[in-house]
Every structure is written in structure tokens, then in C-alpha cells.
């Protein structure tokens, strides 16, 4: 794995509201390249602070605070509400998008037959990530477990 470190998230000190108020917490995957670069796009547009990153390959990170595992925030996306709700799949980059000022895209995304459509991509891409990303050896495509991970 030491090839995707180049595709790290910034620190957290490039992470505005660390800790702060936020409207939209997002739990990604910080090894994943095209996470990452998704993230990065919505960090940069990020200028009011609206978006808490919580990139969940860090080894600090527990997951066992949310009430979640490890294993299911890396099934798909998850994100939190300022009010502590869980959201996953597309809602997360639906309140993603809207927090940083694409409130055009997430009208139409919520448009009859485009929810599904985008929900079944979703999920077949969240199915084939590991190995779209390049993560799988020998066709085996696995979550490894961190020290500490629960």
C-alpha cells in the first residue's frame, strides 16, 4: 500500500472545522484514490466551513464512537447530521453537494427515476471499489483490519 500514500488527504490542519460546527460530517476513506479526489474537490469548495472530513483509514479513528464498525463505513459512505443522524449512499453526497453550493445538481438528483438511477450506481460502485481503485491482489479484494480497528 505504500504507492497510495502519495493519494493521502491533506492533514488535518488543512481541514477547516476539525472539530468545530458543521452541517455535514463525511466518514471517507482516505486510501481510496478516487475517494480522495472527490474530497478534495469538495475541501476546496468547502469555503464557509460546512463540511466536517473524517477520513476513516486513519488509525485513530474509531468507529465504535458513531455506533457503526469499521467493516460498514467501508461498504459505502456514511456521513453525520449536525443533529447526529446517520445518512449513507447518495443523501451523503446529495448534503455534500448542497453544503458547498451545488444546490441545482441535488434538485435534479432527487428527480423520479434519477434517484434510482443513482442510487443503483452507487451501489454497484461502492460494491466494485476496491478493485476499481486497485486494491485487490490475486482477485482477492479485502478490508484489512488496523491495530486498534474494532
Known amino acids: 500500500m505504500t504507492e497510495q500514500a502519495e493519494f493521502r488527504a491533506p492533514d488535518a490542519s ?17 486510501d481510496c484514490p478516487l ?33 457503526l464498525d ?16 446517520i445518512i449513507e449512499g447518495v443523501e451523503v453526497f446529495r448534503r455534500l453537494y448542497d453544503a458547498v453550493g451545488f444546490q441545482r445538481l441535488v434538485r435534479l438528483s432527487r428527480l423520479p427515476g434519477v ?13 466494485h471499489r476496491l478493485r476499481l481503485t486497485g486494491r485487490c491482489e490475486e482477485g482477492v ?3 484489512h483490519s488496523r491495530v486498534g480497528a474494532d
Open 70 to 85: 469499521h467493516s460498514a463505513l467501508m461498504q459505502k459512505i456514511h456521513g453525520r447530521l449536525a443533529d447526529g443522524t
Open 35 to 67: 475517494c480522495l479526489r472527490e474530497i478534495r474537490m469538495l475541501q476546496r469548495r468547502d469555503v464557509a466551513g460546512r463540511i466536517r472530513f473524517t477520513d476513516i483509514a486513519r488509525a485513530e479513528f474509531d468507529a465504535s464512537s458513531l455506533g
Open 141 to 143: 479484494c479485502a478490508i
Open 14 to 30: 488543512l481541514e477547516p472545522n476539525r472539530g468545530g460546527p458543521f452541517q455535514v460530517e463525511v466518514f471517507y476513506d482516505g
Open 115 to 127: 434517484t434510482q438511477l443513482l442510487e443503483l450506481s452507487y451501489r454497484s460502485f461502492a460494491k
